[in-house]
């Protein structure tokens, strides 16, 4: 007769006294007993759920909603967006060979955009000067326009209607003597101006003769022009790049009308506007026109993980319902279990809907979470159902001994994991903190309704079905025999392998030792593979760089402005500055409307055309030429000399011309040049507007994106570098601040939260699993053991904290639980080491699989990013359920550990089915779906390879040491017996 180990014996204390199995098994005898009646009350508390979820669950989808709005960078962020906005521009990007075709393309698309005020706000395609031309002199300083006027009183008596003093017959003579004479009194540099305009003059008639269509005025500038001054006065400006082969234009996005339903507040407009670009591009051969922006991007993820997970979660649910009818061998019992997920799912949504009110772009994923996770619950609780049927036990006996048989290791793993999710609320970035609350508080609904639901299921279906007739689960017999004949072996074996290929998750550099997978920060790199959005953002910044990412500063007044962009501009990682002071005038009007008066009464009396003049005489002009050449020459000045030069150059190409076209030349050239000197005096006339000019007079499309309601200034600051890689971001968002702390804009609220989300996963696995252990001391050590272990430590951190306190200090939380669990382990370790041994070693397959995945991931260079961190978290609580299952398998038998066929069987089927219902995502194009569902096939096929091989194996080699030699001796005996048995039937 087979003795009794010490382990068996607590076993069966175990079972008698437990009070969570008495509470389980209650349960069920309630269930079982009324399964009519509960199922009518669970029919309608899913009803409500439904109900409460569809009236007021809403959806938020902005990535802004899922940063803690008490964080500082994003306090600076929603100040700015309280300013100006929260839109960001979307940009349609016209490509051709040619500058005009693509001024034809922006001027055609931008008026129907600007048509289409329903869907687009802000339209800017072009900037038409208006005021600005009207206003020009308002941007010359005191100084230039002094000497402006000076040049300008030199012009007096023509601009008063002396016109004939510009005849050729004249003009050219009264030039010489004026060099002449200035010549003994005034040195070579004071004479420049004069000599400059000589040379202009005759630079100008000897290009003129050479092609008569090569006019270039005679005339110096009265007041300088330059560039800025050059693109305000042009009738109108279009944003195009250096070399004129991309064309832009911004617009906002309308807001969603009232009623509209869409994945973004952008959609309808994105949608309008591709339809409108659709249009338009047959019409315009050799044109390609591309759409990118902020909005555009964001969109096209969202619409594309979305249009993903949809053929992601068909595939997932038609395989695993595939999977879990071959593993059942039948279509009734695995129904029951996806018919009791549905059930949790529905509670879940009620629940999120009632603790939190919203989803967000992280907690979405919370349904694919409990897919994967609460079918676990199930799969486990029928495995044995069907177990215990089998071996003859009635319906509601064969439920009961169920409930409190894998019960316990139910609760315990939905405890771990829920609480593992509920860790995440101690993070500081919000989406992850309401996913944590949203998948922990459904997991632990699971749990309940794998109690509630399934038992009532199962006593419907199964009421007039005798055992035999009952599925038979699949079964591992190979496994058992290898782990449980041969556990030493497969011990060392399974170490050697999760410590081999562990060890290639970090690699040596010089003398330290560094991980060899990377945390990629860039967003683009989730992005589906060839997406027009992306693809054009690329070739914006390659060809122009001008890049969609960009840092804000906003200045109280433009003078602020103007300095900060001259501070941002030294910067080594910025590229460029765009903002609205520099456009305006610099100096204030005060200083300058007396001189713009004065310039309009001087220019106040111009006629409409150009005046008539006496026709110029060839021979007048020939001598007047002659002598001015005559007189150069002689000259000690060597500008007065090389004017002579270019003086000879003309005579001996006007000579070769016949009298009538000498003639005929020289009445051209004079009323060009006549006209010439007219449009200058226009041109500063129409300039002379003394009245101040304003932000209000540019273009209103212009000052909405960068001045606000209440007068600040906004700066656009873009980098040199594409700031999507940590490093180049890194660089910039540092030098930005060191100009502006409060700075703010997409890049770095992207650094912010790509950092947070990465520390607050981090944070939340430490939580997780300081609190896991704790609940695996409460399950596995005994009820005196528990209140020796854990409350004298828990007064000791109490105590400590308290004392901190008061002192004025602060003792991060994190470090007091692992202070707790330090001395409660230890304690735990001296009065009752083998329980927690057995809480330990539930811990090997997240710890052990969690080192044999990143050993994979570092193999294959599969890095980790913001989408595939919430692997992490799940990969935690599937280990530590198949690990709880596994050991609570172990402490329920007596002599010789065999894993039971239930046990392996349910593993084997929760691992597979979450592997595949998680790899569906594998599917997608979108690579941050692509890389969740990679990283969580890895994470649970290493989890599982530790469950059923290592830790098995751990236990049987464990059980063997509790034998005596006879005990053990009686078990192989045993065990060969029962396969002789097996082997006959």
């Not at 890049?547 to 500063?553: E, G, I």
């Amino acid at each position: 007769m087979r003795s009794k180990t010490s382990r068996g014996q607590d076993a069966e204390q175990r079972e008698d006294y437990s009070l969570l199995k008495d509470v389980l098994r209650s349960v069920t005898r309630f269930v079982s007993r009324s399964p009519k009646m509960t199922l009518w009350i669970v029919l309608l508390i899913t009803g409500a759920s439904v109900g409460l979820t569809a009236h007021y669950m809403d959806f938020k989808t902005s990535r802004s909603d899922l940063i803690d709005p008490n964080a500082s960078f994003h306090q600076r962020w929603l100040k700015y967006t309280k300013e100006f906005g929260d839109s960001s521009d979307i940009v349609v990007v016209v490509e051709a060979d040619s500058p005009d075709k693509i001024k034809e393309v922006i001027e055609h698309l931008g008026n129907r955009m600007a048509k289409e005020s329903d869907y687009f706000t802000n339209v800017l395609y072009k900037i038409e000067p208006g005021a600005l031309r009207s206003k020009g002199l308002q941007y010359l300083s005191p100084q230039q326009l002094e000497e402006g006027m000076q040049q300008l009183t030199q012009y007096q008596p023509i601009a008063q209607g002396r016109w004939d003093l510009i005849e050729l017959n004249s003009l050219i003579s009264r030039l010489d003597r004026q060099i002449q004479s200035n010549a003994r009194n005034q040195s070579e540099k004071e004479m420049k101006p004069l000599i400059y305009h000589a040379q202009l003059l005759t630079h100008s008639m000897t290009r003129a003769i050479d092609d008569q269509n090569d006019f270039r005025s005679p005339w110096p500038s009265i007041i300088p022009v330059d560039r800025k001054m050059r693109e305000q006065s042009q009738s109108v400006y279009y944003f195009l790049n250096d070399e004129g082969t991309l064309g832009f234009i911004k617009a906002f996005p309308a807001k969603a009308q009232e009623g509209e339903e869409s994945f973004s507040e952008a959609a309808p407009a994105i949608k309008k506007l591709r339809e409108l670009i659709a249009e338009e591009t047959p019409h315009f051969p050799g044109v390609t026109i591309g759409l990118t922006g902020i909005p555009v991007l964001e969109n096209d993820e969202m619409q594309k993980s979305q249009d993903d997970m949809i053929k992601a979660s068909v595939i997932s649910f038609i395989a695993v319902g595939v999977l879990l009818f071959v593993g059942f061998r039948g279509l009734r019992h695995p129904m029951l279990v996806l018919v009791m997920l549905l059930v949790g799912i529905a509670w879940a949504f009620g629940y999120t809907t009632f603790a939190v009110g919203h989803l967000n772009i992280l907690s979405v994923s919370f349904a694919v979470v409990l897919i994967g996770l609460g079918v676990d619950f199930g799969i486990h609780y029928l495995a044995k159902y069907l177990e215990l049927r089998r071996e003859g036990h009635m319906l509601r006996t064969a439920l009961m001994k169920t409930s409190g048989s894998v019960g316990t290791g139910i609760v315990t793993a939905a405890v771990t994991t829920a609480l593992a999710f509920f860790c995440a609320t101690f993070t500081d970035f919000l989406g992850i903190a309401e996913l944590g609350i949203i998948a922990g508080g459904g997991i632990l609904i699971c749990a309940v309704v794998t109690f509630v639901v399934l038992p009532a299921l199962i006593a419907v279906a199964d009421k007039n079905i005798e055992p035999e007739k009952l599925p038979v689960p699949f079964k591992i017999g190979l496994l058992q025999k290898v782990t449980n004949g041969f556990p030493l072996i497969v011990m060392i074996l399974s170490g050697v392998i999760i410590l081999g290929i562990g060890s290639r998750a970090f690699h040596l550099t010089g003398e330290s030792v560094q991980p060899a997978i990377q945390y990629d920060y860039n967003l683009l790199n989730l992005q589906a593979e060839g997406l027009e959005s992306v693809e054009t953002q690329k070739k914006v910044f390659q060809k122009s760089q001008a890049s969609l990412l960009f840092a804000v500063s906003v200045a109280d007044t433009a003078e602020d402005a103007r300095r900060m962009k001259k501070e941002f501009e030294k910067l080594p990682s910025v590229d460029h500055v765009e903002e609205l002071a520099t456009r305006l005038p610099t100096h204030p009007p005060e200083k300058t409307r007396l001189l713009v008066q004065a310039f309009r009464a001087q220019l106040s009396r111009l006629p409409r055309k150009p005046a008539k003049l006496s026709q110029p005489n060839p021979a007048i002009v020939g001598r007047a030429m002659e002598r001015l050449y005559q007189n150069s020459r002689r000259s000690p000045y060597r500008r007065i000399q090389r004017l002579g030069e270019m003086v000879d150059q003309f005579l001996n190409k006007f000579e070769k011309l016949s009298l009538r076209k000498q003639t005929q030349f020289l009445a051209q050239y004079q009323y060009r040049s006549s006209a010439a000197l007219l449009g200058q005096f226009r041109a500063m006339s129409s300039a002379s507007d003394p009245r101040p000019l304003t932000f209000k007079d540019l273009p209103k499309e212009l000052t909405a994106r960068y001045v606000s309601k209440e007068g600040k200034w906004l700066l656009q600051i873009h980098p040199k570098e594409q700031v999507w890689d940590v490093e180049p971001l890194t660089r910039f968002v540092k030098d930005v601040r060191s100009v502006d702390p409060d700075a703010t804009g997409t890049p770095l609220q992207n650094y912010e939260a790509s950092r947070q989300i990465l520390e607050s996963y981090q944070r939340a696995a430490l939580y997780a699993l300081g609190v896991i252990i704790l609940v695996l001391l409460l399950d596995f050590l005994d009820i005196e053991h528990k209140l020796l272990a854990l409350l004298p430590p828990l007064v000791i951190v109490i105590f400590g904290a308290m004392t901190i306190n008061t002192r004025g200090g602060h003792v991060e939380p994190l470090y007091l639980l692992l202070g707790y669990l330090g001395m409660a382990v230890a304690i735990a370790a001296v009065l009752d080491f083998r329980n927690l041994r057995d809480a330990m070693l539930t811990m090997l397959p997240p710890i052990g699989g969690g080192l044999l995945m990143f050993g994979i991931l570092g193999i294959f260079h599969i890095d980790l990013n913001p989408a595939n961190l919430i692997v992490l978290p799940l990969v935690l609580g599937i280990g530590v359920d198949d690990g709880v299952h596994v050991v609570h398998n172990y402490r329920q038998q007596n002599g010789l550990y065999r894993t039971s066929s239930s046990t392996i069987s349910a593993i084997v089927l929760t691992s597979l089915t979450s592997m595949i219902g998680f790899g569906g995502m594998m599917f997608a194009s979108h690579r941050g779906l692509y890389s969740v569902g990679l990283v969580l096939v890895i994470g649970i096929g290493s989890c599982l390879f530790v469950s059923l091989v290592a830790l098995p194996a751990i236990l049987s080699y464990i059980s063997r040491g509790q034998l005596s030699a006879e005990e053990l001796a009686e078990e192989k005996e045993l065990l060969k017996l029962e396969r002789e048995a097996k082997a006959r039937s």
